[in-house]
């Protein structure tokens, strides 16, 4: 069995324009006091990564990670979320997602995902060049706005669908495999893939591709009011990427898992920092022991209460806490009888 590493910090929620949250240089000090040994870094905020010099520059690569190593740090993947996005949107969403691209390409779906296209090849190049196994990001969604269907879908709508989002993925999912890292996508409420069926029809369509596994974040199942210990059980081989995020669902006379039109703070579900939740983390740590998982267990801060601060610095010690060292020997071996083949057969009266 195998050690999963950690703990490690998604820096996306914690960046901003004020130190320590501004550079790679002080972020990094900033984490490795709080007991963190590992940072999942955002491509989209060049405060503290250029993806462009990262795919092209071996150099730049080099000095990037000698940055983290001077804090005791490595890089533990490369995240695309907000590009990965944009690789398949909806009609509907297109005001909101301009956002995500810059300001040469909105306005413009067809340029904005040529653009974000672009964006997945170059991680693919960067996290190859920074010798990394795995990388994050989301899948877009086209089916979103019809999940629950009124009026009724047209019969090969959902088909049709993921055939697209395969189209879109499978040249991305090649170049991943040409530089031998994974794509990790996050199973995530307003993506195609938030579930184990919908990541189901899109491995089918992708023939089963080699890269195409999963980032694993309970938070999401809670939510969705999914089994995400059962999750762990039928998906396990796929799962490559570990999100360490709490949540909690309290359903009312008002509100149930389709409650997202309140605040963050008054619906049903709602995330949580780690151990102020319902995540049965001590169960999920032990499956991934079980499975051998050998990535990282990384800290996704997201909370409607507590101070992201706060959260870091808690989440830090709670998953040192709960990241189990596995043992190298059964408990019994103390008792073994040494008995040979031609014993096990006299036992066996043979």
């Known amino acids: 069995m195998k050690t999963l590493k950690g703990p490690a910090i998604f820096l996306a929620q914690f960046l901003g324009d004020t130190a320590p949250f501004n550079n790679l240089e002080n972020i990094s000090a900033w984490v490795a006091s709080l ?19 990262a795919a092209n520059s071996l150099d730049y690569c080099n000095e990037f990670q000698a940055t983290l190593a001077r804090h005791g740090l490595v890089a533990t993947e490369l995240s695309t979320h907000l590009q990965g996005q944009l690789v398949a949107v909806h009609p509907a969403y297109d005001e909101m997602f301009d956002g995500f691209a810059p300001e040469s390409v909105r306005g413009n779906p067809k340029a904005r995902q040529e653009w974000a296209v672009e964006q997945l090849l170059l991680a693919a190049k960067a996290s190859k060049n920074l010798g990394l196994k795995a990388h994050a990001t989301f899948s877009g969604a086209l089916l979103w706005p019809f999940l629950y269907p009124w009026p009724q879908r047209p019969a090969g709508l959902v088909e049709n669908g993921f055939a697209e989002l395969a189209k879109r993925w499978k040249p991305i999912l090649d170049a991943f495999d040409a530089a031998g890292v994974d794509v990790c996508y996050e199973i995530h409420p307003g993506e195609d893939l938030h579930d184990g069926a919908t990541f189901e029809r899109f491995l089918k369509a992708v023939d089963n591709h080699p890269r195409a596994n999963i980032l694993f974040d309970p938070s999401h199942f809670v939510l969705q009011q999914l089994d995400y210990l059962a999750f762990i059980d039928r998906y396990h081989p796929r799962i490559k990427m570990f999100h360490v995020k709490d949540a909690e669902f309290n359903s009312s006379a008002q509100q149930g898992v389709y409650g997202g039109y309140e605040s963050w703070v008054d619906r049903a579900g709602r995330f949580r920092s780690l151990g102020d939740g319902q995540v049965d983390f001590k169960q999920i740590f032990s499956k991934f022991a079980a499975y051998d998982y050998e990535g990282w267990a990384v800290l996704e801060w997201e909370c409607c209460l507590k101070h992201p601060e706060v959260g870091a610095e808690e989440g830090a010690k709670f998953i040192a806490q709960h990241i189990i060292k596995v043992t190298e020997r059964a408990f019994d071996d103390f008792a073994k009888s040494g008995i040979d083949e031609a014993k096990n057969r006299k036992i066996l009266g043979l």
Do not use: N
């Open 35 to 53: 007991g963190f040994k590992g940072v999942q870094i955002p491509t989209w905020d060049k405060r503290v990564f250029d993806l462009e010099k």
